[in-house]
């Protein structure tokens, strides 16, 4: 009788594993689509946390608190992003016409006339495929691009919502939220400090870094804009430096077309120069000072930090560029709980 009922608790507990290991995965399932979102809220939470606790202290309301954040966090967001928005169509306008005037006017022959490397291979070019309906095929593929980039922005603009929408409630429920979090963790009320401050770190460091590389490639292809002699170079710099924030783009989307620009105007060595510093200089400092600054911020070495920031992209895509450093924190910290709590043990033991 009483190995029938411990079998029967047995068959329970197993059951009762086996439907909330399901529930986990279930619940995974339903949260993947919205990793982004949540992603950029509590990143966004926690670096604006300074600035809401100062409103918080003028404004009583919580939820006014938190909406006066938010409309503050959006504006600085989502302002530079259009400014850059706009400006690259207005240029990707501008260079599809100017590119289409030239290839059927035979205007950039002359351009090149001066110098003959360049003009035997664009007369072997040009004999081997139609220029004008080479260019008529590209503008109207860049067309099409700028149409789906519309249509595609339809869904980058919800997510944008969501993530507000999130960060609203991160915010103004912040305290209930690390509560709750706290009570299904088994971890203690101290660790559970630590591991928050650990964690809050490791994503404001990411974002530092973040920032502050972009700033430095944006600085460092205006510089070169400018000693080259190409126009605004102050302006690009700044797009530059906005474009470098965003992972899967990058400086070199205005760089490059830069190049070719001197490349066609018959300035070859000008545009060697600003390949060789594009790819060079503006491109692997990111590689190079990235994750030392992020490292430095987060109290870990260079070699994990890098493994933490590029394995986070390929699994999570572009939030992985917070998670990847965030779970290899909480990883190290468990870690260091599990060993620290064995060391006690023994310590116990042997007294």
């Known amino acids: 009788m009483e190995n029938h009922i411990r079998t029967q608790r047995w068959l329970h507990l197993i059951g009762l594993i086996a439907v909330t290991v399901l529930g986990l995965f279930l619940s995974w399932l339903i949260t993947a689509p919205f990793l982004g979102p949540l992603t950029s809220a509590i990143a966004l939470a926690v670096i604006v946390l300074p600035l809401h ?10 939820g006014a608190a938190a909406a006066l954040t938010v409309v503050a966090t959006a504006i600085v967001v989502i302002g ?8 690259l169509l207005a240029e990707a306008t501008s260079a599809a016409r100017l590119l289409s005037d030239s290839a059927n006017s035979g205007a950039w022959r002359i351009m090149i006339a001066d110098h003959s490397g360049l003009a035997s291979a664009a007369a072997w070019i040009e004999a081997q495929i139609n220029l004008p309906r080479t260019a008529e095929t590209a503008i109207a593929w860049l067309t099409g691009s700028a ?4 249509q595609g ?17 991160f915010l103004r429920d912040r305290r209930q939220a690390l509560a709750a979090v706290a009570v299904l963790s088994p971890l203690g ?14 994503i404001r460091a990411t974002v530092y870094g973040t920032l502050v590389v972009a700033m430095i490639q944006g600085w460092l292809g205006g510089l070169m804009f ?4 190409l126009p605004t170079p102050l302006l690009w710099g700044i797009v530059m430096g906005l474009l470098a924030i965003i992972p899967v783009l990058g400086a070199f989307i205005i760089w490059i077309p830069a190049a070719i620009f001197l490349l066609m105007t018959g300035h070859e060595g000008q545009a060697l120069i600003l390949i060789l510093w594009g790819t060079i200089v ?27 920031l590029v394995g986070g992209l390929i699994v999570f895509g572009v939030p992985g560029l917070i998670l990847g450093p965030v779970v290899l ?18 310590h116990r033991t042997e007294t």
């Open 189 to 202: 009320k101290s660790d559970m400090i630590a591991l928050t401050a650990r964690v809050a770190g490791t």
């Open 226 to 229: 400018w000693w080259l002699g």
């Open 329 to 346: 924190t909480v990883t190290m910290f468990l870690v260091g709980y599990w060993r620290a709590s064995i060391d006690q043990h023994q």
């Open 282 to 308: 503006v491109g692997g400092i990111d590689n190079l000072i990235y994750p030392i600054l992020v490292g430095n911020r987060m109290k870990m070495h260079t070699v994990p930090t890098f493994i933490a």
């Open 147 to 150: 149409t789906s980039l519309v």
């Open 153 to 169: 922005s339809g869904a980058q603009l919800v997510g944008v919502l969501i993530t507000f929408y999130f960060l609203f409630y």
């Open 53 to 62: 606790r100062r409103i918080e202290i003028r404004v009583k309301h919580a």
């Open 80 to 87: 530079p992003v259009l400014f850059v928005g706009e400006r």
